[in-house]
């Protein structure tokens, strides 16, 4: 399991960023989700590495 936090805020990001943010379910920011750890998540989450915090649960 892994914890993803966004900490900062996707303005002046390009499109495709935010829709991967928004892909994941994250809104504001210091929103939280929690997913299984997969290869795909994995890829989103190197796309979006500057913006969230991801912990292993």
Known sequence: ?????????????????KATIASLGLKKIRSERTFEDTPALRGKLKKVEHLVKVENV
């Open 1 to 17: 399991m892994v914890k993803v936090t966004l900490v900062k805020s996707t303005i002046g990001e390009v499109e495709s960023v």
